[in-house]
């Protein structure tokens, strides 16, 4: 063979090395070199070199695999105790919050009884107070009439001894004929005095039980400010939780392992049905929903230039997708080159799908019927799944933009 016939040959390989990505079908490396070379008329001339090259690709991938498979296995384990530890945690938190709200639910109906007390007591007390300054005014009245009364016997019994007023010496010197006089007013004094007594006593009780209750309606106030506290606090601490048990359920499709979330999730089979599937644009004639993989129809559109289309997939139910994969249209070199992917929980607010913080840029399909799939390392969970177009191929007369697609996953 000359030099250039060798050049040519290294261009096809090279050309389909590149193509293909690392971990691809090698049976689809050699046949497009195959097709390539033998189209260009080379293949007898470097079947072999092909044979050659294929093995000691073939040997490459056979050793990435098993690395990967090294490295994969404790990160998958890792990933399923994390799962099963995250699942956990969330049940301990619910039971947890449930706990809590059972105890705030008891707190609440215990400071409600507590308030109620509180207005009734108060009520009470008032009530009490009304009566006992009344009772206390009119003993106040009555000691004040004893005391007066008092007053007015020792001066009648000093008028009748012949003593000045006010005279208070206890050795008294009087007549007998004056001695009943003076024995019914010591009595009269004797009796006076006993009623000023029981009244003192009255209006002392009267000011103990008001002071009593005083003390307990301030005890109550106290324990209510502290129940408030408390429940502020337990309030808090709900929110708190409600917000980590937001978070760890957000965090849950985070730990689906591919090596057991791979199933197809119903294009090909359709068991998505017809109406779940839906485009930004339809070519008359067509459907989006025959976007399925191996599908004779496929999904196009009008021709255009530039294309910002978009394919969507309603799952019914949020899903967990580890695996998007695509085919170009069966006719005419209609087929995606990249695309991004996009995902909504309510079909309103879509969010890109990153790796690494970045919107991942996929690479699509270069032929019309080989699968072109790619893992995705963050998968998602969620019950709408877009493919946003972002370039394809152009062939320079009709160009239409087209594709057909797969998801794989699990449910829930
Ligand atoms: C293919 O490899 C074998 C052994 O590795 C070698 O003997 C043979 O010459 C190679 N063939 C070509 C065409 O390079
Ligand atoms: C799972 O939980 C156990 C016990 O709480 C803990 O010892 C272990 O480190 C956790 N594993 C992971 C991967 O978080
Ligand atoms: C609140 O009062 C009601 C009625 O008196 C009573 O049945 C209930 O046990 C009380 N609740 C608490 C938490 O004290
Ligand atoms: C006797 O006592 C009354 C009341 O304390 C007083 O008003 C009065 O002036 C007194 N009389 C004399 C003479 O001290
Ligand atoms: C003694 O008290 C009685 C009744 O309370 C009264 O009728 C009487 O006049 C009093 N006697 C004197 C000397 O004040
Ligand atoms: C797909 O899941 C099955 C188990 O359901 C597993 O045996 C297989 O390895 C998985 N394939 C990939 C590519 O992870
Ligand atoms: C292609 O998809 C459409 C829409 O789901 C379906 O009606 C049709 O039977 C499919 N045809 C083939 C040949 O797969
Ligand atoms: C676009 O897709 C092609 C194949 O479809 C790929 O070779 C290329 O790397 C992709 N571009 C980017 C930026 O990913």
């Not at 090279?14 to 990505?21: D, L, M, P, R, W």
């Not at 985070?254 to 779940?276: K, P, T, W, Y």
């Amino acid at each position: 063979m000359d030099g250039s016939a060798l050049l040519k040959a290294s261009l096809i390989l090279a050309f389909c090395i590149a193509k293909e990505t690392l971990g691809q079908d090698v049976a689809s490396l050699q046949q497009c070199a195959a097709n390539l070379a033998c189209s260009l008329d080379y293949q007898h001339i470097f079947k072999s070199q092909l044979d050659n090259l294929s093995n000691s690709l073939m040997n490459e991938i056979l050793k990435e695999r098993v690395s990967m498979n090294t490295d994969m296995v404790p990160m998958m384990r890792d990933l399923d105790i994390l799962k099963y530890n995250t699942s956990n945690q969330i049940d301990g938190m619910v039971r947890h919050i449930g706990t809590i709200d059972a105890e705030l639910a008891h707190d609440r109906e215990y400071l409600g009884n507590l308030t109620r007390g509180l207005y009734i007591l108060n009520n009470e007390f008032h009530a009490e107070q009304v009566v006992r300054y009344q009772d206390v005014h009119k003993l106040v009245t009555e000691l004040d009439g004893v005391k007066h009364n008092i007053a007015v016997l020792k001066n009648s019994l000093n008028q009748l001894l012949g003593l000045p007023e006010n005279y208070t010496d206890p050795a008294l010197h009087y007549c007998p004929e004056k001695d009943a006089v003076i024995l019914e007013l010591q009595h009269n004094l004797t009796k006076l005095n006993s009623q000023y007594l029981i009244a003192d006593t009255a209006s002392n009780n009267a000011q103990a039980i008001m002071f009593l209750l005083q003390k307990q309606v301030v005890d109550l106030k106290g324990n209510v400010a502290i129940l408030t506290n408390e429940l502020d606090m337990k309030n808090k601490i709900i929110t708190s939780l409600q917000i980590q048990l937001q978070n760890a359920k957000n965090n849950q499709g985070r730990h689906v392992s591919v090596e057991s979330c791979n199933a197809s999730l119903g294009m090909e089979s359709g068991n998505i049905q017809d109406s779940a599937i839906t485009a930004s644009d339809v070519h008359q004639g067509y459907t989006a929903s025959a976007a399925r993989l191996n599908n004779k129809s496929g999904w196009y559109t009008s021709e255009k230039a530039q294309s910002q289309d978009w394919l969507q997939i309603d799952l019914g139910q949020p899903q967990y997708v580890t695996i998007v994969a695509t085919q170009g249209a069966p006719c005419c070199e209609v087929m995606v080159t990249n695309y991004t992917l996009q995902y909504s929980q309510d079909n309103i607010v879509w969010k890109d799908y990153e790796e690494h913080c970045q919107i991942k840029l996929f690479s699509g399909n270069s032929d019309q019927t080989s699968v072109v799939a790619h893992t995705l390392s963050d998968p998602i969970f969620s019950r709408f799944i877009r493919f946003v177009v972002k370039d394809f191929k152009k062939d320079g007369s009709s160009n239409y933009v087209g594709m057909r697609v797969e998801l794989f996953g699990c449910t829930v």
